[in-house]
């Protein structure tokens, strides 16, 4: 008994936003699997592969507003939310103006600089890649997939890890120890480094 008042005293001592059994929305929130946000993206890049920049610039502009939308509207299901923190549709929309003047403004293709580790400027796919991988917020497979495909964005934070300590970006995963004994047919991978058939390769420098 003394520990459950414990735990009651502490969790009405939470600050707002904190997490905690009844804070929140109860649960009303989102696992998220695929989201329109994410078809847009794909379409994008699609659209970036055939050299049709305008389209990739229209469905970029379409995903990260859909992203917005979908975030924004789980805000009426948390009581606890700091309405002083929600972005206006002001701010969203000077946002996703100036993400577009520079997806507009950049080249198709920038080289990397070996010196500095890092591209001499964002091409377009790096600020498409950008913005994907903040509308995957809570889908990492997707974003996972997205830097084997592409490479991008080449702009990510660099391990602060020793890349001998991290091993090699795994390119692909092992089978489940249950299905490769079950399953004569199949023969489990070596490692990680197998490439899937739409896996090209292309190694993003951050890994």
Known sequence: QDDVMIYETSLS??????????????????????LSSYVSFMKAEAAMWTGDTAMAATYLEQGMNQ????????ISV??????TMFPSAAYN??????????FNAAP?????????????????????????????YGGANDAWNFIRRT??????????????ESGPFPRTGTYPSGEVSANPSINQRPNNNTLVFWDAGVVNPAN
Not at 68 to 74: E, Q, R, W
Not at 93 to 102: G, H, L
């Open 13 to 34: 001592a939470l600050p707002t936003g904190a997490v905690g059994q009844g804070n929140g929305g109860g649960g009303a929130g989102i696992w998220p699997i695929y």
């Open 78 to 83: 948390d009581p606890d939310a700091d309405a």
């Open 151 to 164: 490479g991008y964005p080449r702009t990510l934070q660099r391990s602060l890890s020793d890349p001998a």
């Open 108 to 136: 198709t293709t920038t080289a990397y600089d070996a010196t500095i580790m890092y591209p001499s400027a964002k091409d377009k796919m790096d600020i498409l890649g950008e913005q994907y991988l903040v509308a995957l």
């Open 93 to 102: 929309a000077t946002f996703v103006a100036n993400i577009m003047a520079e």
């Open 67 to 74: 992203s917005m939308a979908k975030v924004t509207g789980m």
